[in-house]
């Protein structure tokens, strides 16, 4: 049987840009991100002299791994030439986007990007390795398991925080509220383990913070039909004024029984976590980590294959639909509003009983807003908000370790590096991420 | 889930009534449906056709009356309900998930699942495969919808309806969306249906589909059934029973007086277009969807361009109106070059356009009816005076307006997205035939409208070719043309294939509308009557 082709031509096209080559100026895009990177790295190596070292032996290692060696200047020519032929590789599609097959191209472009970051990295260690060491002296080496393990923990709330975001968002509710989330978790469970002793407590405590929030959104975002944006903004005012007055009138008086909590300790797990480099990077940290890596699995594994997942993606793109074949939209988005709230609520715990050990106003600092663009440039999917967060992560290590070894650039230029790198990263590469239809708006039954 | 062989159901309607506010939507409609026919429900828009679906699918609750289902009094709180109790509803805006895939869809709410919740895609999947095969629908249960023709997604929302063991399927005018092809494949699979024993209520207002598919019609009009008629029955009654007056349905014209050439197209190419608002270059087809066209519209006479949707229509009109760029090629009005004019200077030029898709193009659908009515010319005497707009000019010019086109609305300041398509159309009509128009390009005029105001719109347009305006309508609907055309060239992928006179036997216009040649004698269009 035949069918007639539609009438517009954009039905025919796949709805999504990125499938196929770019159109207009945005071809460019690609190619010429590459091209600041590869002149970036033979930038780095005109300015580097002798050898950087790296080490990948955690401290108090039973096992010590030999330290890497490499020649700095040579490092960073070798990356900036790989970077400019994948540049010229990126341009070809670009030039003559029929030249080369569209199939694979989504992957390919996922696979370049990778690859210019992590020269770009390589680039920029080097660099700075050699470059706090002036004169003939020998450079101290960085350590890069502390880099990437560093990079990961630092990363947990943002990963829950945009975890919850995904849900929120699938649904069709717009969470920007993370951050209230994440303060006020983080608040909760610093006074639950300081009050209780308990740890598990106190992480309970701040997860059910973070639903209480969650709840309170749910309510006016669904039942008030309040504006969703607006809403969470003023959530996170709230929130962050009101763990302020709290602060100041019971934690900072009564500070040795309400804001000195003990913190989770590092649990290696046994045979993963001897693993050499990987162990001590993926499987010797505190629960928060193993609990982002359960709700990882699990959030992505629900949202695509079962049905409460298949439900809640309906609820957000269509709810008219969803509500013609007799799901309860309104009761459905309640409950992953508020059961979403429990996973950022965790995230905050970990800033007080999973790092710091108090509580301190607006500790959170704007991470939940990170959380945020995590989501929205990891695709909306867990997997690709994590991803996006871990990017964050690393930047903010990076720029942590670059300072604290004295790399000859200003302090406050180096505090811009990760958001700088988010926005090459989501302007230039990641491209036009297309939400859930029915995202912040809400469900009126007629 | 399994579908069971089908069981005819006897749905009785029993005088409902529903109101909004002091508007009577329904009022004590009666109907029964037997099983295994196709009950058609004709009526203009807003004669009450879908609020009494609504009201039957448990979306609405009546105000008075009852719902019998094989005799028995029955209540629909939900669509869950209605569900449950064998009524499935294919919408007149499809309720499909766009990302999802067919079978995603079709299993949205009767998941089938496996232990902890896991979806069993496998069994879904060959569902759709066995019910598609069964009834010709040719549906791939791995196809993401949104990618789908509108045709084929039509089908999903049936084999939806399907597989929740449907024993009625209300279709709310099914073939709005659809091509004359797709419509075919559409009548094809719907009496299918009846022959295993569904019953099918069928919405339009279209008086040709609604005598070839029907076994009985009821017609509505402002909410009450004004008649019951088994087909044959004459256009003329049906549209007179729905309308509430003897209808015209071909407006009678003198015949035309042709003047000088007002546009001249000559050897127009517009090239595949790189589609801005998805990046993506058509990949498809590499072939131009204009592909050298040449025509004269002279003043004073109507060229009917027909053909299948899809084969350059809309490329043309937007290229003549300055909307995609031109490969090559010359667009001429009275002899002045705008082959490279912007659609400002067009419009300036005198050419008037009435776009295919009048929601989309032709209005702003939040903007009032008021503004909608100067779009064109709200920059200039006498609706702006320096950099402010003139609000009383632009209230009086409303009024007139509507006046003057019958423009149903509650008031001037009403949303033109909330009006009826028939109105809608008024509003553009209203917009684009003021003084000095030169030419008039039409695109689908009459799409989606009711017989009453197919009427209008004919009429108006005649009436423009009689004071010296050129016409160039462009149809997929052979009535149209007919109705309308001075002159009829057909277009096949991009290019003319003849140029005919209105006499010509639909036969003919078919052979040229499938790619068919020009016969080496025919005469050439300037010496075409």
Known sequence: ???????????????????????????????????????????????????????????????????????????????????????????????????????????????AIGVVLFLFVIALLAWSDVS???????????????????????????????ITGVICSRSGVINIAIEGQLLLGAFCAAIATSATGSLWIGLVCGALAGSLVGSLLAVFAIAYIVDQVVLGVVLNGLILGLTGYLYNSILVPYGDTLNSPATFNLWKIPGLGDIPILGPVFFDSTVFLYITYIVLAFVSFALFRTRWGLRTRAIGEHPVAADTVGIRVLALRYRNVILAGLIAGIGGAYFTIGSVGSFGINMSSGEG?????AMIFGRYTPWGAVLAALLFGFTTQLQSILSSINVPIQSNLLLLTPYVVTIIVVAGLVGKVRGPKAEGVPYVKA | MERQSVSGMQLELKGITKRFGSLVANDGISLSVTPGQVHALLGENGAGKTTLMNVLYGLLQPDEGEIHIDGKAASFHSPKDAIGAGIGMVHQHFMLVPPFTVAENVTLGIEQVRPGGLLDAGRT????????????????PDAIVEDLPVGIQQRVEIVKALVRNASVLVLDEPTAVLTPGETQELFRIIRQLRDSGTSIIFISHKLKEVQEIADTITVLRRGKVVGERKPPATEADLAALMVGRDVQLRVTK????????????????????????????????????????????????????????????????????GLLPVASGSVRLNGKDLTQATPRARLDAGIAYVPEDRREDGLVGSFSVAE????????????????????PTIAANAMARIKEFDVRTESPAAPAGSLSGGNQQKVILARELGEGTKLLIASQPTRGLDVGSIEF?????????????????????????????????????????????PGVDAAELGRLMAGGTDLPNTPLPEDAP
């Open chain 1, 132 to 162: 706090q060491s002036s004169g003939g002296s020998e450079a101290i080496p960085i350590n890069i398991v502390n880099l990437l393990s560093g990079s990961l923990n630092q990363s947990i709330p943002i990963m829950l925080g945009a």
């Open chain 1, 369 to 373: 807003y990170i959380a945020l663009a």
């Open chain 2, 457 to 501: 719109v004919h009429k108006r347009i005649v009436e423009q070719r009689d004071q010296g305006v050129a016409v160039l309508i462009v149809s997929s609907e052979l009535d149209e043309i007919y109705a309308l055309a001075d002159r009829i060239a057909v277009i096949y992928e991009g290019e003319i294939t003849g140029f005919r006179p």
């Open chain 1, 1 to 111: 049987m035949t069918t007639t082709a539609s009438p517009r031509l954009p039905d025919l096209l796949p709805g999504d840009g990125s499938a196929g080559a770019l159109g207009g100026a945005r071809r460019f895009a690609m190619p010429a991100t590459f091209l600041v990177f590869g002149l970036v790295d033979i930038l780095l190596g005109a300015r580097s002299h002798g050898s950087a070292i790296l080490s990948f032996t955690p401290q108090f290692a039973k096992v010590t791994i030999p330290n890497l060696t490499i020649p700095a200047a040579g490092t960073c020519y070798l990356s900036g030439a790989l970077t400019l032929l994948l540049a010229v590789a990126a341009l070809v599609p670009a030039v003559a986007p029929r030249a080369v097959p569209s199939l694979g191209n989504r992957a390919w472009r996922r696979v």
């Open chain 2, 125 to 140: 999947r060959r569902e759709v495969r066995e019910l598609s095969h069964r009834y010709g629908m040719d549906v791939d």
């Open chain 2, 372 to 391: 909608n009515l100067v779009l064109n010319s709200y920059d200039r005497k006498p609706f702006a005076r320096g950099i402010t707009l003139s609000l």
């Open chain 2, 254 to 321: 003198a015949p035309a007086t042709p003047g000088d050439v007002v546009l001249s197209v000559d050897s127009l190419v517009v090239p595949a277009a790189v589609s801005s608002v998805h990046g993506t270059p058509a990949t498809a087809s590499t072939q131009a969807p204009v592909n050298g066209l040449s025509f004269d519209v002279r003043a004073g006479e109507i060229l009917g361009i027909a053909g299948v949707q899809g084969n350059g229509q809309t490329e043309l009109c937007e290229a003549l109106m």
